[in-house]
């Protein structure tokens, strides 16, 4: 008989948000559309500061803290 498989928490998933797969397409393409940036730039970002999507963010200058004129509220 199989063991059953863990079930995943939510501090696995809220972790793995947190980051940018820098080889992963479709992540890569997410963040260039989210950020108005071409995905070599993104790519250029993750190299440069890791992948933590935080730092990508504010490297890239998201576009939509100039688009707005005011800095996007903080989620918790």
Not at 11 to 36: F, H, I, L, P
């Amino acid at each position: 008989m199989a063991k059953k498989a863990k079930k995943q928490t939510a501090r696995g998933r809220k972790q793995d948000r947190a980051r940018v797969a820098g080889g992963q397409d479709y992540e890569v393409s997410y963040e260039a559309r989210k950020t108005r940036k071409s995905a070599a730039s993104v790519k250029k970002a993750v190299k440069k500061v890791g992948n933590s999507r935080k730092r990508i963010e504010r490297r890239l200058g998201s576009a939509m803290k100039k688009s707005l004129g005011t800095a996007p509220s903080k989620r918790r």
